[in-house]
């Protein structure tokens, strides 16, 4: 079946500008997770949802970054007046209700701030 | 905090040969452990598992055995090929979190 998909898989954008970031979960998943993974770095947390609920924000660095699952499927992360410190590959991962420890990652977004 | 130390690579390997990648962990309550792996041009992927002390996860060969005493999750395996070649993270849940933290991943290259 399909897995999670994200897109796009690379944007860039000029400093001041904002951006939206896709992710589709896996069908049926009610947990979504985004993650930001710097150059040479594991994954960070950002924020998680269970269904459209977002139950867990504190990992968003400031209140530039926004996120939201609206109808509890689709979620986008937004961020606002780019810096350059916000170049990184952001990841999205969806688990089951069953499974919740078992996280399926997308590829990721690359985004490059100019 | 929670958190996770890995070796630092990157490691360099002949195919068939031993494989150790050393991961420490820190945590403020039980936590589950795991081995993510992400080939060149794809997402991350569990690998393998461990809910519980003395617990041994496994998987295509992998192995690694949560070690309560020592706060290790060490992966092994016994004769690596050249499509292990990858980035492997070590990595973390405690309690009724449900957030991954990582460590910062062991790029392994494992030559012909």
């Known amino acids: 079946g399909a897995g999670v998909s994200q897109s796009p898989r690379y944007k860039v954008a000029k400093r001041g500008q904002d951006v939206a970031l896709r992710c589709d979960p896996i069908?049926?998943?009610?947990?979504l997770f985004w993650y930001q993974q710097a150059l040479g770095q594991g994954p960070e947390f950002l924020t998680y949802f269970q269904n459209e609920a977002q139950l867990d924000k504190s990992g968003l660095p400031s209140d530039r970054f926004f996120a939201e699952r609206p109808e509890g499927s689709v979620s986008t992360l937004k961020i606002q007046r780019t810096q350059q410190e916000d170049s990184a590959v952001y990841l999205c991962?969806?688990?089951?209700?069953?499974?919740?420890?078992?996280?399926?990652f997308g590829p990721g977004t690359r985004l490059t701030v100019l | 905090g929670d958190s996770v130390t890995q070796m630092e690579g990157p490691v360099t390997l002949s195919e068939e040969a031993f494989l150790t990648i050393n991961c420490t962990y820190t945590a403020t309550g039980y936590p589950s452990l795991f081995w993510y792996v992400q080939y060149p041009g794809e997402g991350l992927q569990l690998l393998l598992k461990?809910?519980?002390?003395?617990d041994k996860g496994s998987n295509k060969g992998f192995e690694a055995t949560y070690r309560k005493e020592t706060t290790s999750f060490h992966l092994e395996k016994g004769s690596v090929q050249v499509s292990d070649s990858a980035v492997y993270f070590c990595?973390?849940?405690?309690?009724?979190?449900?957030?991954?933290?990582f460590g910062s991943g062991t790029q392994l290259t494992v030559l012909p």
């Open positions: 991962a969806s688990s089951s209700q069953d499974r919740a420890y078992e996280q399926f």
């Open positions: 461990a809910t519980k002390a003395d």
């Open positions: 069908s049926g998943h009610v947990s």
């Open positions: 990595a973390l849940i405690v309690g009724s979190a449900r957030q991954l933290t």
